[in-house]
């Protein structure tokens, strides 16, 4: 449990709690250390054994084993004997304000702006309390997801580190489009759209090239020209800003290549010449397999899906985890997305742990697994210099678990302790100690 080395560290922890996260985060002198835990190493070497983390507002300042960090007088005392400390998860294909064909989608059918909003900030808080400290959100309908970051941002509200897409670019009849309403067709409306999102403040740009499960048609088609896909990373890489599809295609994923398209959604159906030429472009993938597997039935019969969208899932599932392993065998750059609630039970974990577990049952090593939530992630966003490894000027984005991922991915399961920026937002065997009072906590 934290302990208080001084008074002044009880003065900052009294401000942090009566005046929530907003106040936390602009106390940049506060320090917390960690000790007793063991500190996972995501580069390969041996892991520290009894090391201490040394935080200074957000950021890491030292990390090493105990006896080698001096501990700054005034320091609030995290105790985790026995812990190891890894990086929080980083989900790269999150959409917070999703909503299936079924129940849900009925439900929500005449939902407001304003009750979109409310339903993501909660999805974004139960993601960061499960585990996932960072987002990458390609693709939500309307525009909430940059005042939700905003939000994040400024500590009003709990949620993970946010890299924005807005609204997914649709061709008419394309993945995700309203039936009988136009697309975005043509490459100047594409290049119109991508300028306005990118103006709210998007990351990243979508488009979808191809059909999904959760559309009809043929998934393998190629719905988007290659002038469009050009146009859209030409607009986005001028403002440094990357471009994602959505694909099942191994057609429209090599017109993508030959476009300029950094990242590749689920890729359903995409072959082993497919990653071949995506690891010649240095693109990445970001594979989704746990939707199409066993797990996410469960997930989608409580959503209320219909038999329709229960049998594509099961049809397009020996598909995928075929690309997963021939992904795999490539090389070729790889990233971990979900494409369900990061925090979603998914056979008996959440969808985060599990979507790294399906890529170590589907040939990576635990270490290379894990890296595609940690090193991968931070690199494919390109935020090494933050993210990706507890190391100092990184980010305090930090979770406790009960053994070494590295030599058994399962004990991703047991996470304990969540911290973000250097607060603790969740601790399970001492609630006292989580530093926000944040709205929605």
Same mark, same amino acid.
Not at 84 to 112: C, D, I, K, S, Y
Not at 147 to 165: F, H, M, N, T, V
Not at 408 to 418: G, W
């Given at each position: 449990?934290?302990?208080?080395?001084?008074?002044?560290?009880?003065?900052?922890?009294?401000?942090?709690?009566?005046?929530?996260?907003?106040?936390?985060?602009?106390?940049?002198?506060?320090?917390?250390?960690?000790?007793?835990?063991?500190?996972?190493?995501?580069?390969?070497?041996?892991?520290?054994?009894?090391?201490?983390?040394?935080?200074?507002?957000?950021?890491?300042?030292?990390?090493?084993?105990?006896?080698?960090?001096?501990?700054?007088?005034?320091?609030?005392?995290?105790?985790?004997?026995?812990?190891?400390?890894?990086?929080?998860?980083?989900?790269?294909?999150?959409?917070?304000?999703?909503?299936?064909?079924?129940?849900?989608?009925?439900?929500?059918?005449?939902?407001?702006?304003?009750?979109?909003?409310?339903?993501?900030?909660?999805?974004?808080?139960?993601?960061?309390?499960?585990?996932?400290?960072?987002?990458?959100?390609?693709?939500?309908?309307?525009?909430?997801?940059?005042?939700?970051?905003?939000?994040?941002?400024?500590?009003?509200?709990?949620?993970?580190?946010?890299?924005?897409?807005?609204?997914?670019?649709?061709?008419?009849?394309?993945?995700?489009?309203?039936?009988?309403?136009?697309?975005?067709?043509?490459?100047?409306?594409?290049?119109?759209?991508?300028?306005?999102?990118?103006?709210?403040?998007?990351?990243?740009?979508?488009?979808?090239?191809?059909?999904?499960?959760?559309?009809?048609?043929?998934?393998?088609?190629?719905?988007?020209?290659?002038?469009?896909?050009?146009?859209?990373?030409?607009?986005?890489?001028?403002?440094?800003?990357? #471009?994602?599809?959505?694909? +099942? %295609?191994? *057609?429209?994923?090599?017109?993508?290549? =030959?476009?300029? @398209?950094? &990242?590749?959604?689920?890729?359903?159906?995409?072959?082993?010449?497919?990653?071949?030429?995506?690891?010649?472009?240095?693109?990445?993938?970001?594979?989704?397999?746990?939707?199409?597997?066993?797990?996410?039935?469960?997930?989608?019969?409580?959503?209320?899906?219909?038999?329709?969208?229960?049998?594509?899932?099961?049809?397009?599932?020996?598909a995928h985890w075929s690309a997963l392993q021939a992904a795999i065998k490539?090389? #070729?750059?790889?990233?971990? +997305? %979900?494409? *369900?609630?990061?925090?979603?039970?998914? =056979?008996?974990? @959440?969808? &985060?742990?599990?979507?790294?577990?399906?890529?170590?049952?589907?040939?990576?090593?635990?270490?290379?697994?894990?890296?595609?939530?940690?090193?991968?992630?931070?690199?494919?966003?390109?935020?090494?210099?933050?993210?990706?490894?507890?190391?100092?000027?990184?980010?305090?984005?930090?979770?406790?678990?009960?053994?070494?991922?590295?030599?058994?991915?399962?004990?991703?399961?047991?996470?304990?302790?969540?911290?973000?920026?250097?607060?603790?937002?969740?601790?399970?065997?001492?609630?006292?100690?989580?530093?926000?009072?944040?709205?929605?906590?």
């Amino acid at each position: 449990m934290f302990r208080l080395r001084t008074r002044p560290a009880l003065a900052a922890l009294t401000i942090a709690v009566i005046f929530g996260a907003s106040a936390a985060h602009s106390g940049t002198d506060t320090i917390r250390v960690i000790t007793g835990a063991n500190i996972v190493n995501l580069d390969g070497g041996a892991p520290i054994q009894n090391g201490v983390v040394v935080i200074t507002g957000e950021r890491i300042t030292a990390v090493g084993p105990a006896g080698s960090v001096s501990i700054p007088d005034g320091a609030v005392e995290l105790k985790l004997p026995g812990k190891w400390l890894m990086p929080g998860l980083m989900n790269m294909h999150v959409h917070f304000g999703l909503r299936l064909p079924g129940t849900l989608a009925q439900q929500t059918a005449n939902e407001t702006e304003g009750g979109l909003a409310l339903r993501m900030m909660s999805n974004a808080r139960k993601s960061l309390l499960s585990g996932t400290t960072t987002v990458r959100t390609p693709g939500e309908s309307r525009d909430a997801i940059f005042a939700i970051k905003s939000a994040i941002d400024r500590g009003e509200y709990l949620g993970p580190r946010i890299w924005p897409a807005g609204r997914a670019i649709v061709p008419t009849g394309g993945h995700s489009s309203e039936p009988l309403f136009d697309g975005i067709d043509g490459a100047d409306e594409v290049r119109h759209e991508a300028r306005r999102q990118i103006l709210l403040g998007a990351k990243w740009i979508k488009i979808t090239i191809s059909r999904g499960i959760a559309s009809t048609g043929e998934i393998a088609a190629a719905d988007m020209t290659v002038d469009e896909m050009r146009a859209a990373t030409d607009i986005a890489h001028r403002q440094g800003v990357k #471009v994602a599809a959505h694909t +099942g %295609s191994p *057609q429209a994923t090599l017109d993508a290549l =030959e476009a300029g @398209v950094d &990242s590749f959604e689920h890729g359903y159906f995409l072959n082993e010449a497919v990653f071949r030429k995506m690891k010649e472009k240095n693109a990445w993938y970001v594979p989704t397999i746990v939707v199409s597997q066993a797990g996410a039935m469960e997930f989608f019969k409580r959503i209320g899906s219909t038999p329709f969208y229960l049998a594509r899932v099961q049809a397009v599932g020996k598909a995928h985890w075929s690309a997963l392993q021939a992904a795999i065998k490539t090389g #070729v750059n790889i990233a971990m +997305g %979900s494409d *369900q609630f990061p925090y979603e039970p998914n =056979e008996g974990t @959440v969808a &985060s742990v599990r979507e790294i577990e399906l890529y170590r049952e589907a040939g990576m090593t635990p270490l290379q697994a894990l890296r595609t939530a940690t090193v991968n992630t931070a690199r494919m966003l390109g935020a090494e210099q933050d993210l990706g490894l507890l190391a100092p000027g990184k980010y305090a984005d930090i979770i406790a678990l009960d053994g070494d991922p590295t030599q058994d991915i399962a004990r991703l399961r047991t996470i304990s302790m969540v911290m973000k920026g250097g607060m603790v937002v969740r601790n399970d065997a001492d609630p006292a100690s989580v530093l926000v009072t944040a709205p929605g906590l």
